[in-house]
């Protein structure tokens, strides 16, 4: 918690996990939607450990196998019903399912490789990072505006917030979590999300509103936290 909320204010706070490791390929071929590794499924059990003791007005899951198989746990522990969010979805790639590792490994390498402004385009065959981007977005802005909180019109990046004091965690993916971490603190959009936060398996970030003039500013507090994980277990 950081020093703003230690003085009194009642800090409205956006708790976002990213899934443990994915077994994003077996015996060599591309697995969509995969579910957890091993080393996953260890990662999200310390990581339940970590959260049990906190409290959460709402915990909200992306519908990926993934990331339900990473709030399981945590939900288990806190005897809490698993919620679907549909927008926390992470962006749609090209449908690789059974196809060589290499096909992906390829995609993504000439994708990195495009020129900047190429790479809204996204990979050949999957959603775009631009309707991506625009899609979460959108999702955010209803969910968030279902839960009184809005931004001002402006320049800056200032929030009406009607009911503070909740405390909500989101289980998602890192282009989910970094686009709307990124809504929430004003900043523009870039092709590379994914890139601009690092964040690891079973990490945690927090942004919370701390009051100004106006109304309210998010702040990120955390980022990418994984210390609940050893060092043999921390992947990206």
Same mark, same amino acid.
């Given at each position: 918690?950081?020093?703003?909320?230690?003085?009194?204010?009642?800090?409205?706070?956006?708790?976002?996990?990213?899934?443990?490791?994915?077994?994003?390929?077996?015996?060599?071929?591309?697995?969509?939607?995969?579910?957890?590794? &091993?080393? /996953?499924?260890? *990662?999200?059990?310390?990581?339940?450990?970590?959260?049990?003791?906190?409290?959460?007005?709402? =915990?909200?899951?992306?519908?990926?196998?993934?990331?339900?198989?990473?709030?399981?746990?945590?939900?288990? *522990?806190? /005897?809490?019903?698993?919620? =679907?969010?549909?927008?926390?979805?992470?962006?749609?790639?090209?449908?690789?399912?059974?196809?060589?590792?290499?096909?992906?490994?390829?995609?993504?390498?000439?994708?990195?490789?495009?020129?900047?402004?190429?790479?809204?385009?996204?990979?050949?065959?999957?959603?775009? &990072?631009?309707?991506?981007?625009?899609?979460?977005?959108?999702?955010?802005?209803?969910?968030?505006?279902?839960?009184?909180?809005?931004?001002?019109?402006?320049?800056?990046?200032?929030?009406?917030?009607?009911?503070?004091?909740?405390? =909500?965690?989101? =289980?998602?993916?890192?282009?989910?979590?970094?686009?709307?971490?990124?809504?929430?603190?004003?900043?523009?959009?870039?092709?590379?999300?994914?890139?601009?936060?690092?964040? /690891?398996?079973?990490?945690?970030?927090?942004?919370?509103?701390?009051?100004?003039?106006?109304?309210?500013?998010?702040?990120?507090?955390?980022?990418?936290?994984?210390?609940?994980?050893?060092?043999? *277990?921390?992947?990206?």
């Amino acid at each position: 918690m950081s020093d703003q909320s230690a003085l009194g204010h009642e800090a409205t706070e956006f708790v976002f996990v990213r899934h443990g490791e994915p077994e994003w390929v077996r015996h060599g071929y591309n697995v969509d939607n995969p579910p957890l590794t &091993v080393r /996953g499924r260890e *990662q999200v059990r310390r990581l339940a450990d970590r959260l049990a003791g906190e409290h959460f007005d709402e =915990i909200l899951v992306s519908p990926l196998q993934r990331a339900r198989e990473s709030a399981a746990p945590l939900l288990h *522990q806190l /005897g809490r019903p698993e919620i =679907i969010a549909p927008w926390l979805e992470e962006i749609r790639n090209p449908v690789w399912h059974g196809t060589p590792a290499e096909r992906a490994e390829e995609a993504f390498r000439a994708d990195r490789a495009k020129p900047a402004h190429l790479r809204w385009e996204g990979l050949d065959g999957g959603e775009s &990072v631009r309707d991506f981007v625009q899609r979460i977005h959108q999702g955010s802005g209803l969910f968030l505006a279902e839960r009184g909180i809005s931004r001002t019109e402006g320049e800056l990046p200032i929030w009406q917030v009607e009911r503070p004091g909740r405390r =909500i965690l989101l =289980i998602a993916h890192a282009g989910t979590n970094a686009v709307t971490v990124g809504h929430l603190l004003g900043l523009a959009p870039v092709p590379w999300e994914w890139e601009r936060f690092v964040l /690891g398996h079973a990490s945690i970030s927090t942004v919370e509103a701390l009051p100004t003039g106006e109304g309210y500013m998010f702040s990120l507090t955390r980022l990418g936290d994984v210390e609940h994980l050893s060092p043999e *277990q921390r992947t990206r």
